[in-house]
Protein backbone atom coordinates (compact mmCIF):
# COMPACT_ATOMS: atom_id res chain seq x y z
CA UNK A 1 0.00 0.00 0.00
CA UNK A 2 1.55 3.09 -1.09
CA UNK A 3 1.02 6.93 -0.25
CA UNK A 4 -1.17 7.57 -3.25
CA UNK A 5 -3.91 4.34 -2.29
CA UNK A 6 -4.02 5.66 1.35
CA UNK A 7 -4.85 9.34 -0.13
CA UNK A 8 -7.73 7.75 -1.54
CA UNK A 9 -8.93 5.51 0.79
CA UNK A 10 -8.67 8.56 3.73
CA UNK A 11 -9.60 11.39 1.69
CA UNK A 12 -13.18 11.12 1.25
CA UNK A 13 -13.81 10.39 4.88
CA UNK A 14 -14.19 12.65 7.55
CA UNK A 15 -11.94 14.83 9.86
CA UNK A 16 -12.82 12.65 12.34
CA UNK A 17 -12.61 9.52 10.88
CA UNK A 18 -9.26 10.23 9.45
CA UNK A 19 -8.09 11.35 12.62
CA UNK A 20 -9.77 8.17 14.30
CA UNK A 21 -7.57 6.14 11.79
CA UNK A 22 -4.43 7.45 12.62
CA UNK A 23 -4.91 7.41 16.18
CA UNK A 24 -5.56 4.22 16.20
CA UNK A 25 -2.67 3.24 14.49
CA UNK A 26 -0.41 5.09 16.67
CA UNK A 27 -2.11 3.82 19.66
CA UNK A 28 -0.44 0.11 18.23
CA UNK A 29 2.97 1.22 18.07
CA UNK A 30 3.15 2.41 22.04
CA UNK A 31 5.07 -0.66 22.93
CA UNK A 32 7.87 0.21 20.77
CA UNK A 33 8.52 2.90 22.28
CA UNK A 34 7.54 1.82 26.07
CA UNK A 35 10.03 -1.46 25.18
CA UNK A 36 12.85 1.21 24.38
CA UNK A 37 12.00 4.06 27.34
CA UNK A 38 12.86 1.00 29.59
CA UNK A 39 15.53 -0.43 28.01
CA UNK A 40 17.51 3.08 27.80
CA UNK A 41 15.95 4.77 30.91
CA UNK A 42 14.40 7.38 28.24
CA UNK A 43 11.17 9.63 27.85
CA UNK A 44 7.74 8.17 29.47
CA UNK A 45 5.19 6.24 28.14
CA UNK A 46 2.26 7.97 30.27
CA UNK A 47 2.65 10.66 27.89
CA UNK A 48 2.31 9.53 24.82
CA UNK A 49 -0.77 7.06 26.72
CA UNK A 50 -2.14 9.98 27.81
CA UNK A 51 -1.79 12.28 24.50
CA UNK A 52 -3.63 9.55 22.95
CA UNK A 53 -6.70 9.33 25.20
CA UNK A 54 -6.81 12.71 24.86
CA UNK A 55 -7.25 12.08 21.12
CA UNK A 56 -9.76 9.55 21.56
CA UNK A 57 -11.68 12.09 23.92
CA UNK A 58 -11.38 14.61 20.99
CA UNK A 59 -12.82 12.47 18.57
CA UNK A 60 -15.78 11.47 20.76
CA UNK A 61 -16.69 15.35 20.62
CA UNK A 62 -14.64 16.82 23.76
CA UNK A 63 -12.60 19.58 22.59
CA UNK A 64 -10.00 21.09 24.45
CA UNK A 65 -7.44 22.54 22.39
CA UNK A 66 -5.53 23.88 25.49
CA UNK A 67 -5.11 20.61 26.42
CA UNK A 68 -3.58 19.69 23.20
CA UNK A 69 -1.29 22.33 22.72
CA UNK A 70 -0.13 21.00 26.13
CA UNK A 71 0.37 17.08 25.45
CA UNK A 72 2.02 17.76 21.97
CA UNK A 73 4.65 19.90 23.99
CA UNK A 74 5.07 17.26 26.27
CA UNK A 75 5.31 14.91 23.69
CA UNK A 76 7.94 16.86 21.33
CA UNK A 77 10.08 16.60 24.35
CA UNK A 78 10.00 12.87 24.61
CA UNK A 79 11.31 11.58 20.99
CA UNK A 80 14.47 9.90 21.26
CA UNK A 81 17.50 11.42 19.09
CA UNK A 82 19.00 8.87 17.17
CA UNK A 83 22.37 10.10 17.07
CA UNK A 84 22.33 9.23 20.52
CA UNK A 85 21.66 5.69 20.82
CA UNK A 86 23.27 2.93 19.11
CA UNK A 87 20.74 0.37 20.13
CA UNK A 88 18.04 -0.03 16.72
CA UNK A 89 14.84 0.47 19.57
CA UNK A 90 15.77 3.82 19.10
CA UNK A 91 14.20 4.12 15.72
CA UNK A 92 10.42 2.25 15.97
CA UNK A 93 10.35 4.61 19.62
CA UNK A 94 10.60 7.68 17.66
CA UNK A 95 8.10 6.58 14.78
CA UNK A 96 5.74 5.75 17.67
CA UNK A 97 6.65 9.21 19.13
CA UNK A 98 6.39 11.18 15.74
CA UNK A 99 2.52 9.00 14.74
CA UNK A 100 1.24 10.37 18.37
CA UNK A 101 2.49 14.28 17.69
CA UNK A 102 1.17 13.78 14.08
CA UNK A 103 -2.26 12.76 15.62
CA UNK A 104 -2.28 15.90 17.82
CA UNK A 105 -0.85 18.35 14.80
CA UNK A 106 -3.98 16.38 13.07
CA UNK A 107 -6.46 17.34 15.58
CA UNK A 108 -5.31 20.86 16.33
CA UNK A 109 -5.15 21.80 12.44
CA UNK A 110 -7.30 18.95 10.39
CA UNK A 111 -4.68 17.82 7.54
CA UNK A 112 -5.06 14.87 5.27
CA UNK A 113 -1.06 14.38 5.09
CA UNK A 114 -1.02 14.31 9.36
CA UNK A 115 -3.25 11.48 8.75
CA UNK A 116 -1.45 9.81 5.82
CA UNK A 117 1.90 10.14 7.27
CA UNK A 118 1.39 7.99 10.09
CA UNK A 119 -0.34 5.04 8.27
CA UNK A 120 2.60 5.22 5.59
CA UNK A 121 5.13 5.58 8.62
CA UNK A 122 3.90 2.30 10.53
CA UNK A 123 4.74 0.27 6.94
CA UNK A 124 7.89 2.16 6.69
CA UNK A 125 8.72 1.23 10.62
CA UNK A 126 7.90 -2.81 9.30
CA UNK A 127 9.98 -2.17 6.39
CA UNK A 128 12.67 -0.92 8.79
CA UNK A 129 12.39 -3.38 11.40
CA UNK A 130 12.69 -6.66 8.83
CA UNK A 131 15.83 -5.61 7.20
CA UNK A 132 17.98 -4.83 10.16
CA UNK A 133 16.32 -8.57 11.74
CA UNK A 134 16.57 -10.55 8.62
CA UNK A 135 17.74 -9.15 5.83
CA UNK A 136 20.64 -6.32 6.19
CA UNK A 137 21.75 -7.39 2.56
CA UNK A 138 18.83 -6.91 0.89
CA UNK A 139 17.82 -2.87 -0.92
CA UNK A 140 15.81 -1.48 -3.46
CA UNK A 141 13.02 -3.87 -5.24
CA UNK A 142 14.19 -6.86 -3.68
CA UNK A 143 13.99 -5.63 -0.61
CA UNK A 144 10.36 -4.53 -1.35
CA UNK A 145 9.11 -7.89 -2.51
CA UNK A 146 10.24 -9.31 0.54
CA UNK A 147 8.66 -7.27 3.03
CA UNK A 148 5.68 -7.35 1.01
CA UNK A 149 4.82 -10.59 1.22
CA UNK A 150 6.38 -10.60 4.87
CA UNK A 151 3.87 -11.48 8.02
CA UNK A 152 4.25 -8.56 9.95
CA UNK A 153 3.42 -6.17 6.98
CA UNK A 154 0.61 -8.72 5.72
CA UNK A 155 -1.15 -8.48 9.00
CA UNK A 156 -0.66 -4.32 9.50
CA UNK A 157 -2.38 -4.13 5.50
CA UNK A 158 -5.15 -6.58 7.12
CA UNK A 159 -5.39 -3.60 10.21
CA UNK A 160 -5.40 -0.51 7.79
CA UNK A 161 -7.94 -2.21 5.84
CA UNK A 162 -10.28 -3.54 8.74
CA UNK A 163 -9.59 0.23 10.50
CA UNK A 164 -10.82 1.79 6.87
CA UNK A 165 -13.85 -0.52 6.83
CA UNK A 166 -15.13 0.06 10.30
CA UNK A 167 -14.30 4.08 10.06
CA UNK A 168 -15.93 4.52 6.81
CA UNK A 169 -19.02 2.80 7.50
CA UNK A 170 -20.27 5.11 10.40
CA UNK A 171 -21.47 8.80 10.36
CA UNK A 172 -20.64 9.23 13.77
CA UNK A 173 -18.86 7.55 16.48
CA UNK A 174 -20.51 6.47 19.96
CA UNK A 175 -18.13 5.82 23.46
CA UNK A 176 -18.62 2.22 23.47
CA UNK A 177 -17.35 1.91 19.78
CA UNK A 178 -14.84 4.26 20.39
CA UNK A 179 -13.76 1.62 23.94
CA UNK A 180 -14.19 -1.41 20.78
CA UNK A 181 -11.89 0.07 18.48
CA UNK A 182 -9.29 1.04 21.11
CA UNK A 183 -9.14 -2.77 22.02
CA UNK A 184 -8.41 -3.51 18.39
CA UNK A 185 -6.36 -1.11 17.86
CA UNK A 186 -4.14 -2.35 21.07
CA UNK A 187 -3.98 -5.74 20.06
CA UNK A 188 -3.37 -7.04 23.56
CA UNK A 189 -0.55 -4.76 24.07
CA UNK A 190 1.28 -6.36 20.87
CA UNK A 191 2.81 -3.81 18.56
CA UNK A 192 2.60 -4.11 14.58
CA UNK A 193 6.30 -5.25 15.04
CA UNK A 194 5.09 -7.91 17.59
CA UNK A 195 6.61 -6.19 20.48
CA UNK A 196 4.78 -6.46 23.46
CA UNK A 197 5.02 -3.87 26.67
CA UNK A 198 5.04 -4.86 30.36
CA UNK A 199 1.87 -2.86 31.34
CA UNK A 200 -1.75 -4.06 30.13
CA UNK A 201 -3.14 -1.36 30.79
CA UNK A 202 -4.26 1.36 28.44
Known amino acids: MNEAQLIKQLKPLANWQQLAFATAIAERSLPNYQLFSELAQFGDISVLKQA ?6 HIAGQKNTAALEKWLAKAEEIVPDLDQYD ?13 VISCLM ?7 EDAVHVADLSLVTILKFIKHTEVAD ?3 IELRQYVESHPLYLAQIS ?3 ELHQQLSTKKSISSAEIKKLRKFAQNDQISHLGITANEPNA
Open 52 to 57: VGLLWE
Open 87 to 99: MYGASPALDSAVS
Open 106 to 112: FALEPNL
Open 138 to 140: LSG
Open 159 to 161: FLE
